[in-house]
Nanobody, 118 residues
Framework: QMQLVESGGGLVQPGGSLRLSCALSGHIYGLYFMGWHRQAPGKERELVASIRSGGSTYYDDSVLGRFVISKDNDKNTAFLQMNGLKPEDSGMYFC????????????WGQGTQVTVSS
């Protein structure tokens, strides 16, 4: 059973940085996408960045140039480096796994809260 645990959220001033971590336990068979999603109060959850098992990445336009997604296969951990944070980046951040044969993300963490405020 795949389990994901996020950490690294917190309160930061506009322009600041945070690094989120996602620790994965369990084994993924085959190719997959690992994605960081964000959900702000009253809004739908949205994908902000993803990384394929081979290493190719995707970024939503709202975070392109400010966020960097990466993973350490040896440590079974994924990261989201967030720079130049804006108040609109606030929300609950979730990491999730989508096996490439699936149409949607099926393994989810519990989330970590990010608040950008002065």
């Amino acid at each position: 059973q795949m389990q994901l645990v996020e950490s690294g959220g917190g309160l930061v001033q506009p322009g600041g940085s945070l690094r989120l971590s996602c620790a994965l336990s369990g084994h993924i068979y085959g190719l997959y996408f690992m994605g960081w999603h964000r959900q702000a109060p009253g809004k739908e959850r949205e994908l902000v960045a993803s990384i394929r098992s081979g290493g190719s990445t995707y970024y939503d336009d709202s975070v392109l140039g400010r966020f960097v997604i990466s993973k350490d296969n040896d440590k079974n951990t994924a990261f989201l480096q967030m720079n130049g944070l804006k108040p609109e980046d606030s929300g609950m951040y979730f990491c999730a796994i989508r096996p490439i044969v699936e149409d949607e993300y099926i393994y989810w963490g519990q989330g970590t809260q990010v608040t950008v405020s002065s």
